[in-house]
C-alpha cells in the first residue's frame, strides 16, 4: 500500500499549485481521500476531503473559495488545486486515505511541502 504526494514548493502570495496523491496497493475508488496539513508549530487541520461514493467535497474554513480537490478513479490519484496562496498557507500538506468498508484502513503519504513566501 502506497500513497504518495507530490507537487508541493515554493510559490509567491496569490500564486497556485496542484498538489497530486498517487495511491497504488488498495481499491482507490472504494476509499474517502483528503489533504490534511501541518503549519509550523500547529497541529495538523484537515484541508479538504472528498468521498468514494459520490465524490462529495469537504473544505476547512479557512481554504473555501481557493482549493479543490478533485479525484480521478481511473488513474487512481487525487489532486488539490490551490489558488489564491497565502502565507498562512505554508505547511507540509499529507495525503490520507481511509476505507469505507471493513476494516476501514488508513493510509498516509509523507508529505510535500509548501511554502508561500514573496
Known sequence: VQVAESGGGLVQPG???RL???????TFSSYTM???RRAPGKERELVASITSAYGDTNYADSVKGRFI???DNAKNTVYLQMNSLKP?????YY???VGQVFPFDRHWGIGTLVTVTS
Open 95 to 97: 495525503c490520507n486515505a
Open 20 to 26: 497530486s496523491c498517487a495511491a497504488s496497493g488498495f
Open 15 to 17: 500564486g497556485s499549485l
Open 34 to 36: 483528503s489533504w490534511y
Open 88 to 92: 498562512e498557507d505554508t505547511a507540509v
Open 69 to 71: 480537490i478533485s479525484r
